[in-house]
């Protein structure tokens, strides 16, 4: 997987760099969270601090074109984006193979 910066911007009044990027890999898309820590590696910051508000892969291509906003620091960001954002960047725990299987069948005895 490897990540160009295709443009950079720098926003003083939010207090962020806001980063148009792609993304060449060979298998499948690859998850926000392996981008958001080759971007916070290749920009010098903190994968914390990095916000990919969009992601998108045209078919057929290995490229996936994004935007990102790297946060200077935690409160700044908690004060401008909105919620749900935060949400879809946060780094989620990995399940292991047989807690994906339960959970999967916990959630069909719940519609049943």
């Known amino acids: ?3 160009k910066v295709l443009e950079e911007k720098n926003n003083p009044l939010l207090q962020r ?3 148009q990027f792609s993304v060449s890999h060979n298998l499948g898309t690859p998850s926000r969270q392996e ?10 910051s ?8 969009r992601m ?3 078919f057929g ?9 790297i946060y ?5 960001l908690k004060n ?12 989620k725990p990995e399940k292991k193979e047989g807690e994906a299987a339960s959970a999967g069948a916990a959630a069909s005895e719940k519609k049943a």
């Open 1 to 3: 997987m490897e990540v």
């Open 17 to 19: 760099r806001e980063v």
């Open 35 to 44: 981008i958001k820590d080759k971007l916070a590696a290749y920009l010098n």
């Open 46 to 53: 903190k994968p914390e601090l990095v916000i990919i508000e």
């Open 56 to 58: 998108k892969s045209e």
């Open 61 to 69: 291509k290995r490229e996936t074109r994004g935007y990102a906003k």
């Open 72 to 76: 200077e620091s935690m409160d700044r």
């Open 80 to 91: 401008v984006e909105t919620e749900h954002i935060i949400q879809r960047n946060e780094k």
